[in-house]
């Protein structure tokens, strides 16, 4: 068996009988491959743990009984600070013991568990420390929220990989060891008992509170996370030792003699790996993290990516996890196991499968997600009874909670390691799962499927459509131009009550904004008259939110230029930026303290964990969205620019305009002028949507005409017929589509929640997302383009379209469109940043305007970048529509047709 084993080919013992089960269970010889130099390291190791946890404790107990005895002296309150955060670690215990009972009795809703509750967690976390209100507390508030993006957006990145772990965690978790489970939990309620020790020692210098009192703490906290390692890697190497000849033999071995081996042989290498790995894995994830933003480009702050990532690449060859199984199989040295491990994985060409393996992050998320409920019971018991207490309690229980949780999922991540290792020194071995196989084989043939589809790009199979019958079936350039700019005759569709219907809105939006106008002179000149009788302080609210409204008409002219320059970066920028932008809007409502605005600041930091999450789960789609972008942005209409800028300058004089009206009546700020400012916002949103559908029937008719036969047309008799004939339509228009997609969006989000369930709170989710399709095919954004080709009434123009999308099958294409998410992203970051642009300068002068100041500001922002960004939306929509009418048209360019035979090969 030695000799077998020093040749790495243990999986070829065979094992006929329960003697031999017994002799494993008997045996705790290992096979000694260490050098001397390796054995007197790891003796140096042991001893410095073994002396240091002799250190630690007499520390703890000096300072407990020292705290205990100066408590009074030192005004600390022992009853007020350590009841939260032992509670809090008997809660860890309880997560911790929960968690592992649920991965092996669940581990697909565990795994699903921890990567959405976690990033959810760990944001009530930010709002606590964010609502404790100290500077520390602001800063690890912010930090704790920003982490919780970047979980939302990790757990959003990796969503495919999750049926594939799944797997391994079942398979790898079936027959576990014999008392394995029993062996765990008291190592979870050892660590619980070792936590409250460390705990009275971190009180007792905290009651004290010199300068040396807390680097006695800072020390405690070190040698609890080392301490909290080195029961972990027990741990891991102990059941890793069991699962490997399990998987590799059949053989069972008890639990408590593989304990007892791996204290008395590995201890010194278990302690290594405690320090070794957690350095090594920070690093590399910084290093993965930093090349996965720099896009392997030459950029300033990424220069060095390349560098970095091989230094971490290098480490991890001397120290990662995997190399704690052949500590416990062969007591290795660590640093040779971990070389001997990778070069093994390396060997079999296993490596890319580990560095997509999702055990680790579901570790990570566990403990994440156990240290955040310790954090949450600590913290706000502390927050309740003594507010100074709860910024470090908050912090020594999420660190309790951490490692506890860490440990309890220590007996998963050794069992996948040793399933690994078992396949990587015998893959034929038939006693092993066939996951991994199937895992191997689904890379080739995505590799074999990448490489047909580069050689078909190559190849250009659509390039060969005739480009000949251009010049057989168009007239020249020249004439038709011409004739199409002199031209404003409209097909005439729309019935008389339609007619009639569009006839009543046009002038239902004429009277209004007459009656607005009148309103908001009214209001202006009323509010400058009573100003000073009232308290009110026009010099503190109205340069914030004048300044804001300059700045919306900034942002809007930079989404536009930089759309038009490179949207693939810009349709990036929005997807990114804005979950960061609406997060530091929540903070600064937060920070506001009102109940209005705390309300409001939660809504924003929740909107930015979904906004960051749908970024993630749409960035599959990225390019195909640029491509559409970069296709339908070429060669734009003449004068297109200059109208959009006109428009844009138009809005921003008008919302000055209307700032004036809502400054008057928060001037009196009776509940008749409340009910006056919800008017005007209202005026504000149906003339901003009038604004920007103009544009886009505009626009849309000039592209189309582009698209459908190369014509041009010039841009003022396209907005002169637009407004002559179509204003109707446009009315109708901005009050139908922005209702139809709440409802629309909102009946998609459920079915997705739903996922087609019968379950409480969505059994009628069917039904509503019925009643969101058959409204859509009434009022939808793509009925636009004809309302500006043929002038139809907007409901008829909007079933005409949805039904030839339909008939060509490209409702599946349009359904994926990120067109409206981008300007909606836009908007919804020009929106923030007006709001951080007023809402500070108010919060600075004068807090209690902050919260309405702010939300006026993300209004106009919001609704100016809309408009900056409806010429996009308008090209991309004719483009669908052109192409929807004549598929075979030569003038259109191949990009819709690569996409139709890319879902027909994901159908096939």
């Known amino acids: 068996m030695n000799a077998a084993a020093a040749g790495g080919d243990v999986q070829n013992l065979h094992i006929p009988s329960m003697n031999t089960i017994v002799k494993a269970q008997e045996s705790s010889v290992h096979i000694e491959t260490s050098t001397v130099a390796g054995r007197l390291f790891q003796g140096l190791f042991r001893v410095l743990f073994f002396v240091h946890i002799v250190l630690i404790a007499i520390l703890v107990v000096f300072l407990a009984i020292r705290g205990l005895l100066s408590a009074h002296t030192h005004h600390f309150h022992p009853k007020k600070w350590y009841p939260p955060l032992l509670t809090a670690t008997a809660c860890a215990g309880i997560v911790a013991l929960t968690w592992q009972w649920f991965t092996f009795c669940n581990p697909s809703r565990a795994l699903r568990a921890a990567f959405w509750l976690s990033p959810l967690l760990t944001c009530a976390v930010g709002v606590l420390f964010v609502l404790i209100s100290s500077v520390a507390s602001l800063a690890i508030g912010i930090i704790a929220i920003v982490l919780a993006l970047i979980l939302s957006l990790y757990a959003c990145w990796v969503n495919p990989r999750f049926d594939y772990a799944t797997k391994v965690l079942s398979v790898t978790a079936a027959s576990p060891p014999a008392k394995n489970t029993t062996l765990i939990n008291l190592t979870i309620i050892l660590s619980t008992l070792y936590s409250c020790f460390l705990v009275s020692g971190i009180g007792g210098a905290t009651a004290v509170g010199t300068v040396k009192d807390t680097s006695f703490i800072l020390v ?396 993630c789960w749409v960035n599959p789609r990225f390019d195909y969205a640029t491509k559409v972008l970069s296709v339908t942005a070429a060669s734009p209409p003449a004068k297109n620019t200059t109208l959009i800028n006109l428009t844009i300058i138009l809005s921003t004089l008008y919302s000055s305009f209307l700032v004036s009206g809502i400054g008057g009546a928060t001037a009196v700020g009776t509940v008749m002028d409340t009910s006056f400012i919800v008017v005007i916002l209202a005026s504000m949103s149906w003339s901003m949507h009038v604004m920007k559908n103009t544009l886009q029937v505009t626009v849309a008719r000039i592209k189309y005409l582009h698209f459908a036969s190369g014509a041009d047309m010039d841009s003022r008799i396209a907005l002169r017929d637009t407004i002559k004939y179509s204003i109707g339509s446009v009315c109708v228009s901005s009050v139908l589509v922005p209702i139809i997609t709440v409802i629309w969006g909102s009946a998609r989000a459920i079915s997705l929640i739903g996922g087609g369930t019968d379950e409480f709170l969505f059994s009628c989710a069917n039904c509503y997302s019925a009643v969101a399709a058959a409204l859509v095919r009434y009022g939808n954004r793509w009925g636009l383009v004809q309302v500006g080709v043929y002038n139809k009434g907007f409901v008829q123009a909007s079933m005409d379209t949805w039904e030839m999308l339909r008939r060509v099958e490209l409702e599946p294409i349009i359904d994926r469109d990120l067109t409206g998410s981008f300007c909606f992203f836009c908007g919804i970051a020009g929106g923030a940043i007006c709001t951080l642009v007023a809402g500070t300068w108010t919060f600075a002068v004068h807090k209690s305007y902050a919260t309405e100041v702010s939300i006026y500001a993300f209004l106009i922002g919001y609704f100016m970048c809309r408009i900056a960004l409806a010429w996009q939306q308008s090209c991309v929509a004719a483009y669908y529509i052109a192409y929807a009418e004549s598929p075979e048209n030569p003038w259109l360019d191949p990009t819709i047709l690569f996409r139709i035979q890319e879902f027909q090969r994901r159908g096939a």
């Open 220 to 615: 405690i906290l070190a040698s609890m996370s080392w301490s909290m390692h080195v029961m972990k890697n027990t741990l891991q190497v102990t059941v890793a030792r069991i699962k490997y000849l399990h998987f590799t033999s059949g053989a069972d071995m008890d639990s408590r003699i593989a304990l007892r081996d791996a204290i008395k042989y590995s201890m010194g290498s278990v302690c290594i790996s405690s320090v070794l790995v957690p350095i090594i894995t920070v690093i590399r994830g910084s290093a993965r993290a930093i090349s996965l933003i720099g896009g392997g480009t030459d950029e300033f702050l990424f220069s060095c990516a390349n560098c970095y990532s091989a230094v971490a690449a290098a480490l991890v060859r001397y120290g990662n996890r995997w190399g704690l199984v052949q500590v416990g199989v062969y007591n290795k040295g660590f640093v040779q196991a971990s070389m001997d491990t990778w070069e093994m994985l390396r060997r079999v060409e296993l490596e890319p499968i580990i560095d997509r393996d999702l055990t680790g992050s579901f570790c990570f998320f566990c403990g994440i997600a156990g240290g955040a409920i310790c954090t949450l019971v600590a913290g706000t018991w502390t927050f309740a009874v003594h507010k100074s207490y709860a910024t470090e309690v908050s912090i020594y229980a999420f660190l309790i909670g951490y490692f506890m949780c860490r440990i309890a999922m220590a007996w998963q991540q050794s069992c996948v390691a040793a399933y690994y290792i078992a396949y990587a020194e015998s893959p034929e071995n038939p006693r092993l799962d066939p996951t991994i196989l199937f895992r191997i084989q689904e890379f080739q043939r995505r590799g074999e499927r990448s490489g047909k589809m580069n050689a078909a790009a190559a190849g250009g199979d659509v390039q060969n459509l005739p480009i000949q019958v251009q010049e057989e079936t168009l007239p020249s350039m020249s004439t038709t131009t011409v004739k199409v700019q002199e031209s404003s005759v409209h097909i005439e569709t729309s019935t008389v009550a339609g007619r009639l219907f569009q006839r009543l809105f046009q002038v239902l939006f004429i009277v209004h904004i007459v009656l607005i106008a009148i309103l908001v002179v009214f209001l202006a000149i009323r509010g400058l008259l009573s100003a000073h009788t009232h308290h009110f302080h026009p010099k503190k609210w109205y340069p914030p939110l004048l300044t804001a409204t300059a700045c919306a008409g900034i942002v809007a002219f930079t989404w536009q230029w930089f759309t038009f320059c490179n949207p693939s970066r810009a349709l990036k920028a929005a997807f990114w930026l804005s979950p960061l932008l609406t997060c530091a809007v929540g903070v600064l409502f937060v920070l506001i303290s009102s109940s209005a605005s705390l309300t409001i600041g939660i809504i924003a930091i929740v909107l930015a964990l979904i906004l960051s999450l749908y970024a």
